[in-house]
């Protein structure tokens, strides 16, 4: 993938979250707690079968380019937005799918992850975008926990909250499509957001 490629995915991107309504201005409590100002909701992508299309195919274009598919065994799910992407990615490269709990279960086998794991496997761990990465390295730790190896992790939009630089200290490389002052960069130049949107997120960047 060049960097006229990459650069193309981008833009279309930014096009199909704004057609679908993903991205909203106003109050929103974040999964880690944390208000922010502006929102985007990729969990509304699976009910756009074509836009989901896209973007699944979009994940799997960056994962080819910059990691491999030889790079890791597993793909698993972070719940929940994650889940939906990870499934259909790892159906496409065939690959076996997991996903971890937000809870671990108090009946059955009491686990923390679902699906099948080997001591030893690699696993990437795919989310739909990251803030402060709470939920990544949640994740990773249940992973880890039942002898996975985790050191990658792919999601389509970085917040450029801090969450790469966390993800970092738990020795995990993150991957990204977007980062969110770029889509801030090309929403505004296609005028879909106004100058006063456009501060919105950019002063929230600088917040972290």
Do not use: W
């Not at 709470?134 to 990773?140: E, I, T």
């Not at 996975?148 to 790469?164: I, Q």
């Not at 020795?171 to 949107?197: F, H, N, P, R």
């Amino acid at each position: 993938m060049s960097t006229a490629e990459r650069e193309k995915i981008k833009a279309e991107l930014c096009r199909i979250l704004t057609k679908i309504g993903a991205l909203k201005f106003g109050t929103f409590k974040l999964a880690g707690g944390k208000i922010s100002p502006y929102y985007i909701d990729l969990r509304i992508v699976p009910s756009f079968p074509e836009a989901f299309q896209k973007v699944s195919d979009y994940y799997i274009a960056l994962i080819k380019q910059d990691l491999g598919t030889d790079s890791f065994e597993r793909i698993a799910g972070v719940p929940t937005a994650g889940m939906a992407f990870a499934s259909l990615i790892a159906y496409h490269l065939r690959k076996p799918f997991l996903y971890s709990r937000q809870q671990v279960k108090t009946h059955g086998r009491g686990r923390k992850v679902e699906g099948i794991i080997m001591p030893g496997d690699r696993i990437l761990l795919v989310d739909d975008l990251i803030t402060s990465g709470q939920s990544l390295r949640k994740a990773a730790s249940a992973i880890r926990s039942e002898g996975g190896v985790v050191n990658n992790a792919v999601v389509l939009v970085d917040r450029e909250e801090g969450g790469n630089e966390n993800l970092a200290k738990d020795k995990i490389k993150l991957y990204y499509l977007l980062k969110v002052s770029e889509a801030a960069d090309k929403l505004y130049q296609m005028g879909t957001i106004t100058e006063e949107e456009y501060k919105t997120i950019t002063k929230q960047i600088k917040k972290k």
